[in-house]
């Protein structure tokens, strides 16, 4: 089967027919994780790489990713059997006194269509929940988002926090939002920064050292 059929499905939102596509491809003797690894992710990165060069935009990738996430559930039951690995966890929330919640929904949907687990802390999330979070999960990346100018300093409270409790070299910090840059994520000592939701897959597994 041509993976652009999968992609047809995701970008129109086919929940339906996506299922249908994957019934045919176990019909057919194909593994669960081979359907998720080279037909759902593979068509995603083809959307992420399109968001990018900016073809598609927010709203088609959110109808995309929702899609995704209802193929992997259709899926979820039969890939217990060991051979689908997630590629990373991602620990992820938006900072104190930040309610924003949009571009981290997004990033969240796209962390999960590109196959890593991901806990979501939700908004508003002070120092002391990124901690216990990064303790309870143990995520290779703690990613923060944050929207507004006046929460930007949240980011680097918490990673005086990590050190303070000696978890700073055990997990990547991640760091987006409109107001967040470059220069930013380099000053607070982030380990990556990313403009856009599908900016942020590629600097998670760069990060990871992984395709």
């Not at 598609?56 to 039951?77: K, Q």
């Amino acid at each position: 089967m041509k993976i652009s059929v999968v992609i047809e499905a995701l970008e129109n939102g086919d929940r339906k027919g996506l299922n249908l596509i994957i019934q045919e491809l176990l019909d057919n003797g194909i593994p669960a994780y081979e359907i998720v690894n080279d037909n759902l992710i593979a068509a995603m990165n083809d959307i992420g790489k399109r968001f990018r060069e900016n073809i598609l935009f927010v709203p088609e990738v959110l109808i995309a990713a929702r899609a995704m996430n209802s193929a992997f559930e259709y899926l979820a039951p039969l890939l217990g059997n060991g051979k689908f690995s997630y590629k990373g966890k991602i620990l992820l929330g938006t900072v104190k006194d930040d309610l924003h919640d949009i571009g981290k929904n997004l990033v969240k949907l796209m962390f999960k269509s590109s196959g890593f687990e991901v806990i979501d802390l939700g908004i508003d999330v002070p120092m002391e929940k990124f901690i216990d979070g990064v303790k309870d999960h143990s995520p290779d990346i703690l990613a923060m988002s944050a929207l507004l100018t006046n929460t930007l300093p949240q980011m680097e409270i918490v990673l005086e926090g990590l050190k303070e409790h000696g978890l700073r070299d055990k997990v990547r910090v991640m760091v987006g939002g409109a107001p967040v840059s470059q220069e930013f994520a380099d000053e607070i000592g982030a380990d990556g920064f990313a403009p856009d939701a599908a900016s942020a897959v590629e600097m998670a597994k760069s990060l990871l050292s992984i395709n």
